[in-house]
């Protein structure tokens, strides 16, 4: 246990060098300009043709007292890429130092922010740039031996978080104690809490294969399992009358000790001690992996800090049905023939387990209050995995280091393939699956690269797997017929609306990103991805003729489609910017985007289906 005398205050602020302040602000400023410039909530004029594709910008602050300049070029999807060094921002005549808070100051009635959330949004750009620096100080492989190092080390070595959100590592709540501990680039194993909830209040539920008692013991191992239910025996209360409930520490320490008081002082809560093994925070920084045993469950928790526009609670009454949708998008999948093909799964999250704080239900169940206990197991990938296989999170396809050397360049050359025929393996995996689902079924992911998980042989994908399924899956229309206990997932939505979860999902949010690695740190180009990615979705629907009328009903070879903002969504409302019970209305739409494989259409009578 961590104990104040022992912390040196000067060890949280080791890593914030003026050199490393510098970079880290100028990086940040940079993407401030690209995502906000992309969302066309800034408007650069031209104030010089430079070499090549190279020009020079400008933009004026609010109150017009200084003006920023940088290099630039345009890429896919209105995508802005700023020489980072070339950033500069001058006022009274004189260059001024590139800060991020400041940049946002500059141009916050631009912005939008509402004054009451001002301040928090600056936090969370304050709170970003302290982990970036703590990144970027402790990196601890190129990417030339990343490509070697194990699923662990790949996601923990990830630097970059959301690639179109500004303020996206915010950890809001987090102390300087907690943060070397907690979150995940720090790569500390701890141990997670136990309590124990009464079953008035309690509840537990998992897939039809699985029980309460031996799953509990397969978590805690049948020692554990017996010394906590000795001690509640000890204390005098029946431990058949409660639920074992997992608890983040920071979640203990910091929220449930107070806000559960009354429940504890009457044993509805019981604490019941620390897990014998010992965990390792993910990127999704609430999800954690057991490091002590692999094979076993993810177990993810809720957690009450502000991250990227979430308070990363969870809803003990939204945790209740999460087993049941896994076994019935699991038996979906199994039926499928396309889905079964071993190259595209998912992580079932096959139990859950929540508390109910009676004493702030009746204010409603979106509250924070009462996502404070809950939890879900999920599935581990590396039961999964054959001999000579190896997993990465797919969020590394867009890692730089230090150095600025790519991830994913050095993945392909290991390989040995050829970008095309790569390329063909990882859309195999990834994207031709999610096509199968939309076109089919009409059924959507969050596909973006912390929530995807790729199983690599030699260093090429040979499988995709899907995790955050039951949060997450939306299905888009009625024409699949859903379990009454399974509607929550049916989200009515306009058939207009309904491409934007390929367009702004994959090609928009990770494609676009994948597409600048191509052309920026690779031999190959932009325009050859966009014309790759083209032939996967033909390749698809030439093999699924059945699927005609929705090919044509939901062209994905459209001249243009909505621009969906996703920080203006953020700028809305950075303390709760979604309502996963609405998730149309969870969508910021701004003018268009040129479709990146339009030019790749056939003619009418070039279609082979």
């Not at 943060?179 to 537990?204: N, T």
């Not at 704080?357 to 581990?380: C, D, F, Q, T």
């Not at 306009?494 to 597409?515: A, H």
Request: glycine share 4%; hydrophobic share 40%; net charge negative.
């Amino acid at each position: 246990m961590k104990t104040i005398e022992n912390i040196s205050p000067l060890t949280p602020v080791a890593h914030l060098t003026d050199e490393v302040w510098s970079h880290v602000n100028r990086m940040l400023v940079r993407k401030c300009i690209s995502e906000f410039t992309h969302e066309l909530i800034l408007q650069p004029e031209l104030a010089a043709n430079l070499s090549g594709e190279w020009e020079l910008y400008s933009i004026t602050s609010d109150d017009g007292k200084a003006t920023y300049f940088f290099d630039a070029k345009k890429g896919f999807l209105d995508h802005w890429h700023i020489a980072p060094q070339s950033i500069r921002k001058e006022a009274d005549g004189k260059d001024v130092r590139i800060e991020a808070i400041s940049f946002i100051l500059d141009f916050k009635d631009t912005l939008k922010i509402p004054e009451e959330l001002l301040p928090t949004y600056l936090e969370e750009i304050s709170s970003t740039l302290y982990g970036n620096a703590y990144k970027y100080v402790h990196e601890k492989f190129s990417s030339a031996e990343l490509i070697h190092a194990d699923f662990q080390e790949v996601e923990h070595a990830m630097t970059e978080g959301h690639p179109c959100f500004v303020a996206n590592s915010g950890r809001i709540g987090f102390d300087a104690t907690d943060y070397p501990v907690y979150a995940p680039e720090a790569d500390q194993p701890f141990a997670i809490l136990w309590v124990a909830g009464h079953k008035d209040r309690s509840h537990f539920a998992c897939v039809s294969s699985l029980e309460y008692t031996s799953f509990i013991k397969g978590e805690l191992g049948d020692e554990l399992f017996e010394i906590f239910r000795s001690r509640m025996i000890e204390d005098g209360l029946s431990p058949d009358d409660y639920i074992f409930i997992p608890v983040h520490p920071w979640q203990w320490f910091n929220k449930l000790v107070y806000i559960f008081a009354p429940d504890i002082a009457d044993k509805k809560m019981y604490c019941l001690g620390y897990s014998q093994d010992v965990y390792l925070a993910q990127q999704s920084i609430r999800t954690l992996f057991n490091i002590s045993n692999p094979g076993k469950h993810y177990t993810k928790m809720a957690l009450s800090i502000l991250n990227m526009g979430f308070m990363r609670g969870m809803s003990a009454y939204y945790m209740a049905g999460t087993p049941e949708i896994t076994e019935w998008i699991t038996e979906l999948f199994r039926k499928d023939d396309f889905l079964s093909n071993g190259k595209f799964t998912m992580l079932g999250e096959i139990a859950s387990v929540g508390y109910r704080n009676l004493n702030y239900e009746s204010m409603g169940r979106a509250i924070p209050h009462n996502k404070m206990v809950a939890g879900l197991w999920r599935e581990s990938p590396v039961n999964l995995l054959q001999p000579g296989q190896q997993l990465i999170t797919m969020a590394s396809l867009l890692h730089i280091d230090n150095s600025g050397n790519a991830f994913l360049p050095e993945l392909i050359k290991a390989s040995g393939l050829s970008t095309e025929e790569w390329l063909q393996r990882y859309f195999d995996c990834y994207l031709i699956p999610l096509l199968h689902c939309f076109f089919k079924y009409e059924m959507a992911f969050m596909p973006h690269g912390e929530n995807m998980i790729l199983i690599l042989e030699n260093h090429v994908p040979v499988c995709g797997i899907m995790k955050d399924i039951t949060e997450e899956v939306v299905m888009l229309s009625e024409r699949t017929v859903l379990p009454e206990n399974v509607q929550r997932l049916y989200g009515p939505t306009p058939d207009e609306i309904k491409p934007l979860t390929i367009f702004t999902d994959v090609f928009d949010c990770f494609f676009r990103f994948v597409s600048v690695i191509f052309d920026e740190y690779s031999d190959d180009s932009a325009a050859d991805f966009w014309q790759q990615v083209a032939e996967a979705i033909y390749r698809y629907q030439d093999s699924h003729p059945e699927f005609q009328d929705q090919y044509e009903k939901y062209d994905l070879f459209v001249p243009e489609f909505t621009r969906s903002c996703l920080n203006r969504l953020q700028l809305r409302n950075n303390r709760q910017m979604v309502d996963l019970a609405n998730p149309n209305n969870n969508l910021q739409f701004f003018g268009t985007l040129q479709n990146p494989v339009a030019p790749f259409k056939r003619k009418s009578d070039e279609y082979s289906g």
